[in-house]
């Protein structure tokens, strides 16, 4: 048996589990049997340090996956954390020559995610439009994959995980066992993959649909054939190629500011002088996301995602403006978000109940107390002050809120440990 970790130090405790063995004999404490179709047996694992997934799957497959989660993670891509992966077994360990048993790929839960059937159930979250901005979400992540040369093969909405993301989504690809990395998809494979993720979308939703389980509103086909269509404006704004006259150049400026409204930032831009040499061609090479995420995070250290981050940076900047006006005093940047940090962000996050306090990621319930702060004080017809906005939101939208951290307990069956004697 060959053990591979990603991290050996963080995650030594998995050599004790019974790797060994099948998966669907374990006993583990906390462990749980995931509901849903599954072409391979998976369970949950959770720990005091963090919740993983253990899906079992012949060699060549776990190795594969476990390489492509690998790479996809290097570069920044929103995936599953990729822990390890056993190879290498038999039925009989002592005996390497007994019949084999499928590896074992080891992946970490991605905290204060929401499976699809959450979202769409009319049971998750409390959020307009739902439909489009997961689709929005879906589609966003196929063209970052694109962009990165990742052929999906199998884009669906079981094969992704959503988490909160101030007003939107952000998705996150699971599954990778039918991906194919290339240094550049031609636009054939872009198109099949699309097909693929319209078609595995639509049947998704027509599978809840059936089954009584999809929000009213939301409507199968169409929700699947509009990612066609945000898609292509994405991807069209993110590659489109322009032409500008030589003294246009402030055009330059414009197009990076709608990328960075998009949440992408240009790392490398080249601009060509046509054959006349009377106008500029604008190409982007290198596109990445997470500009606002980024900012954040050399102003405050604080890790959100990229409608979170570009939130709290714009609360930053009105804290900055707030400032000048109380002190006469015009301050540098980092001297604001440090003070922001200090006066704002740290102490409404401390103010929430400490039981309450992990439903959600501080981010989001930073972005969620500002928009009820808006809410109230649009109300009322003035300001209300944060101590009355922050005691409103813990008694009307946090309590009765579901726990976010490990959403997929909604869909998970607890593994018994021991004989149950009385048969209940």
Known sequence: MRIQLVRPTDHSFVVAWPLDTRLDTWTLPAMYEVMGLHRHVVRMIETDEATYVIKELPDPLAEREYRLLHNLADDGLPTAEVVGVVTGRHEDPLNPSSGEVDGLLITRHIDYSLPYRVLLSGRGLQM????????????????????????????????????????????????????????????????????????????????????????????????????????GNLWAELTRVEEFKVDETFRVDQRLRRLHDLGFDASELELVTTADGTRLRLVPRVVEHGFHTQRLRSMTGLEAGENQARRLVQDIRRYGTTLEKRTGKRYREPVVAAKWTEDRFEPTIAAIPADLAGKLEPAELYHQVLEHRWFLSERAGFDVGMAETIEGYVRDVLTPARDEHLTMHTGLIPIVVGDDTDGQ
Do not use: K, M
């Not at 079981?158 to 993301?165: G, H, K, V």
């Open 128 to 231: 307009p439009y739902l439909g489009e901005r997961l689709l929005d979400a879906l589609a966003g992540l196929l063209v970052r994959l694109h962009l990165a040369g990742f052929y999906w093969g199998d884009c669906s909405l079981s094969n992704t995980l959503f988490r909160r993301d101030a007003d939107a989504l952000s998705a996150y690809i699971i599954d990778v066992e039918t991906g194919e990395r290339h240094p550049t998809l031609s636009d054939g494979q872009r198109a099949q993959d699309l097909q693929i993720a319209t078609e595995n979308v639509a049947g998704d939703l027509t599978d809840l649909e059936l089954g009584e389980l999809l929000a009213p509103g939301i409507d199968p086909i169409e929700t699947a054939l509009a990612i066609e269509t945000s898609y």
